[in-house]
């Protein structure tokens, strides 16, 4: 601006205007602030303040015996003298108090006036370090991690349960069995009673190798014994079915669908349209769930003299990259996804020829691949060097095809179930450590076997098919996540009690007034009254047991039917003479008439009886003619 008039705040143009128009001027001039002058000053009175009250309180320190405690969080927190002329001198360091010592802040909440500035972090006491270093000591023990603390029981049938998924939000658990059964189990909706809300038979009378959840959780792979798998949604509707292959084409590249039973099946990690099966007929196919009619790829695993052998499981890597499939001869063979000539890692010997490999399954990190051998073995095989096994575990009894084995959500254990024979002692669950494969922990589940387990890495519950029927959850209130969690604490829902029959309305419009009814305008007055009552809502009597009583009939004998049965078709009397049959009452009807008889006593005649001897000799006086010709 220009030169101003300090008397009236405006330039000498402004003052001009302000005469022509008859006032004064425009206003007195706005004060203005420096700030930075402001904020310096106000940082050197808080510094001045801060120093004051710390040497106080060193003071009052050194006559406890806490020196040693104070000096070293004065060391770590309080700058030194030079640091704060320092900052007092340059502009561009750190702007405000320094951090007060440990008493102090024990302190502070009483003598809040002397301190004006920001919140102070709380620095941790002895005890704290204490309670963190215990806390470390659990969180390095992956035991402590285990979820065992309760379990529930969810009673699936009475046969294996060989087939276990869970949804990736936990929120709905499928289960499958020898017993051709899918059920569906919500925790969310499920009471205490625990009773799935859904049962089918997807695959009629096909035993149920594998069930599991893409990883949307909107549809579920469904593998039975026989050689279409097919794809049901969340409601257990089929959305797919694969289509069968031509069982005379030899090579199996040129059909469009397997050919004998599925072994297994699982869902791609990263896409969700792909899935992978295997089957008897020696291949292991790719499907888009967009395109039922034919599959995508073919991967044909080979023996070393270059024959067909049977995979028995499959699965991807954690990045889907990889394809991996166990075989009857004990091989592994590993593919990559997109090219199904070649295999990328294969072992011919990576278990005894002729166990059926029961499960693959890759670690978090994918840096190792676990197998389950039909050799009662455990092993685990590093896939930067997949010659040898890093590590076996032996005398983990199976019987079972699909005995599984996975990976704890902290990549720091593997699970496997053992089998057991009828009466020969529990089925357990047994945890290795991933790195040494000593065994760490084991639950005993139940008088069977242990076929399937699963670790749901967000509920931290672990889900166990057994061989007798049930399904266990295995959790713990404290580290676990919804899941059973939600339906234990809900109470038994009570069963309705069925409401009074009441007569039904009968509309008769054209009726007599006399036999007209009043038209209903409620029915619950009507059930009111009906219960009131004493005839309509008299209870039944149960039915009579034995000969009756009361004049009522009892259940035997009570029906037509079985009146005559007891009294007619069971009679013992002999009816082969009839002419005896007839006379056996005719003297008790002669000594006592009753009906006929009194009647007509006067005009009836006397009744008179051939003797069978003279019927005999009138037979034989009777004329020649009469006599039959034999």
């Not at 579920?220 to 031509?246: M, P, T, W, Y």
């Amino acid at each position: 601006m220009d030169h101003e008039d300090q008397s009236y705040g405006a330039p000498a143009e402004g003052r001009d205007i302000a005469s022509v128009m008859g006032f004064s001027g425009f206003g007195k001039k706005a004060r203005t602030f420096d700030f930075n002058a402001i904020f310096e000053q106000t940082r050197r009175t808080a510094i001045e303040r801060s120093q004051r009250v710390l040497e106080e309180r060193e003071m009052e320190e050194g006559s406890r015996k806490k020196e040693s405690v104070a000096n070293s969080a004065s060391k770590n927190v309080l700058p030194s003298t030079s640091t704060v002329s320092e900052s007092s001198s340059s502009d561009d360091e750190l702007i405000g108090p320094p951090l007060p010592s440990k008493t102090f802040m024990q302190n502070s909440a009483s003598e809040e006036d002397e301190f004006i500035g920001p919140p102070i972090p709380r620095f941790k006491d002895s005890e704290d370090d204490d309670d963190d270093e215990s806390n470390n000591e659990d969180d390095d023990n992956p035991v402590q991690r285990i979820p065992d603390t309760h379990e529930i029981t969810l009673q699936h049938g009475t046969k294996t349960v060989s087939a276990l998924g869970l949804d990736p939000s936990g929120a709905r658990l499928v289960t499958g069995g020898y017993d051709y059964d899918v059920k569906f189990w919500d925790f969310a909706g499920m009471d205490a009673s625990l009773q799935a809300f859904r049962s089918l038979q997807p695959c009629e009378c096909h035993q149920i190798k594998s069930l599991q959840y893409s990883i949307t959780g909107d549809v579920i792979l469904v593998v039975a014994g026989n050689s279409q798998a097919k794809v049901l949604d969340r409601d257990g509707f089929q959305v797919i079915e694969c289509v069968k292959g031509d069982q005379y084409i030899v090579d199996m590249a040129n059909t469009k669908g397997h050919t004998a039973m599925l072994n297994g099946g699982c869902w791609h990690p990263k896409i969700k349209e792909e899935f992978l099966t295997c089957s008897n007929d020696g291949t292991v196919r790719t499907w888009d769930i967009n395109d039922e009619k034919k599959h995508k790829n073919v991967f044909k695993p080979r023996s070393m003299k270059g024959k067909k052998v049977i995979p028995t499981c499959c699965t991807y890597s954690r990045d889907g990259k990889l394809i991996a499939s166990g075989c009857q001869d004990g091989t592994i063979h590993i593919w990559d996804r997109n090219l199904s000539v070649h295999t990328k890692f294969h072992c011919r010997q990576a278990h005894v020829p002729g166990s059926d490999t029961s499960c693959l399954t890759f670690s978090y990190d994918g840096t190792l691949l676990a197998s389950r051998g039909g050799d009662d073995t455990l092993k685990t095989w590093d896939m930067r060097n997949f010659k040898n096994p890093i590590n076996v575990i032996t005398g983990l009894s199976t019987f079972f095809p699909m005995t599984d084995c996975c990976f704890s959500p902290d990549d720091k254990m593997i699970v496997t179930g053992t089998s057991v024979k009828k009466g020969d002692g529990n089925g357990k669950l047994i945890f290795f450590d991933r790195e040494t494969c000593q065994k760490m922990y084991e639950i005993e589940v139940t008088n069977s076997s242990v076929v399937r387990c699963l670790w749901h890495p967000k509920l931290n519950q672990i889900m166990v098919g057994t061989g007798n029927g049930l399904a266990k959850v295995y959790y713990d209130p404290v580290k676990s996540q919804r899941g059973a969690k939600l339906c234990v604490v809900k109470s038994k829902r009570k069963e309705k009690q069925a409401e009074a029959l009441t007569q039904d309305y009968i509309i008769t419009p054209h009726a007599l007034p006399m036999f007209r009814e009043d038209r209903q305008r409620s029915t619950r007055k009507q059930l009111e009254k009906d219960r009131l009552d004493p005839v309509k809502s008299h209870k039944p009597e149960p039915p009579v047991s034995g000969p009756g009583r009361g004049g009522r009939v009892g259940t035997h004998g009570g029906t037509l039917s079985s009146f005559i049965v007891k009294n007619i078709a069971l009679d013992k009397t002999d009816d082969s003479n009839p002419r005896e049959a007839i006379l056996r009452h005719a003297k008790d009807a002669e000594e006592n008439p009753y009906w006929v008889a009194p009647a007509y006593k006067r005009t009836q005649p006397n009744p008179v009886f051939a003797d069978e001897e003279s019927e005999d000799e009138d037979a034989d006086k009777e004329p020649q003619w009469k006599i039959r010709k034999i």
